[in-house]
């Protein structure tokens, strides 16, 4: 079974991995004191923090999610912080003015979303001119698995990208944030690798997602459960690359 949604972003955002490039994304937008930012898809406000540090006393931060328990859990975790709001709302429709925020960011969220391209116009619409949108998304369509059996570990990889909505959205930013009418500052690759089996189990969902492509008929039983059982007691090998985008309204 997968983990909680709230407790894998958790984990998720507490891997090596997760808080270094969390930490640059945040400091790519180049926030400052006095500003409103808005923080779309926020979770259960992981990232909440960090931004209203840097916007201060005198800014704001507004968090956007379209799950009610997603905003439940962030305002008990940011209770104390009065320059931080949250709001529910989806991606494709914000409940924001236009022109109103000088910053804005999306950290794993348009992998998911029905339409990209009008996500990210959306943004660029609530952007005030020469607002920054960051964005921090994965390319599933780059995940390897280091293995014996290359086929099943090419099977594998290919069932995960495909139970992603947009599975190769991470190289799209800067064409679909061009095509908004932004201009692309900057685009960094980010290689994200896993050495240990219970962080990639967690993440990538070696077990859970093994199972689900047996009974999907993408893996062959026999197979899948000895690559499992090898990924379990040898060395792991498994990553993907992640792109971060900052472009300017």
Not at 86 to 96: N, S
Not at 110 to 131: F, M, N, S, W, Y
Not at 178 to 190: D, K, Y
Request: proline share 6%; aromatic share 6%.
């Amino acid at each position: 079974m997968a983990p909680d949604q709230i407790a894998y972003m958790d984990i998720a955002a507490a891997t090596a991995v997760g808080l270094d490039y969390k930490q640059r994304h945040v400091a790519a937008l180049d926030v400052r004191p006095g500003q409103v930012v808005a923080d779309i898809g926020c979770g259960p406000g992981t990232d909440l923090g960090r931004l209203a540090d840097a916007v201060g006393p005198d800014g704001s931060v507004i968090g956007v999610d379209r799950e009610p328990r997603m905003l439940d859990e962030a305002r008990q975790r940011l209770a104390d912080r009065p320059n931080i709001e949250l709001r529910q709302g989806d991606i494709h429709d914000l409940p924001l003015p236009a022109g109103s925020v000088d910053r804005a960011r999306v950290d794993r969220i348009l992998q998911h979303v029905t339409d990209p391209a009008k996500a990210i116009a959306e943004v660029r619409r609530i952007l005030r001119p020469g607002g920054l949108f960051g964005m921090a998304e994965p390319d599933w369509d780059t995940l390897a698995v280091a293995d014996e059996d290359l086929e099943t570990s090419r099977r594998f990889a290919r069932y995960v990208a495909g139970r992603v909505r947009n599975p190769a959205i991470g190289r799209d930013l800067v064409r679909l944030s061009m095509l908004a009418g932004f201009r692309v500052r900057s685009v960094e690759p980010i290689p994200v690798l896993f050495r240990d089996f219970e962080t990639a189990d967690t993440i990538l969902g070696l077990r859970r997602n093994c199972a689900r492509g047996v009974q999907a008929g993408a893996l062959a039983e026999q197979d899948a459960a000895a690559w499992v059982e090898r990924m379990a007691t040898g060395p792991v090998i498994a990553g993907f690359t992640f792109y971060m985008v900052t472009a300017e309204a």
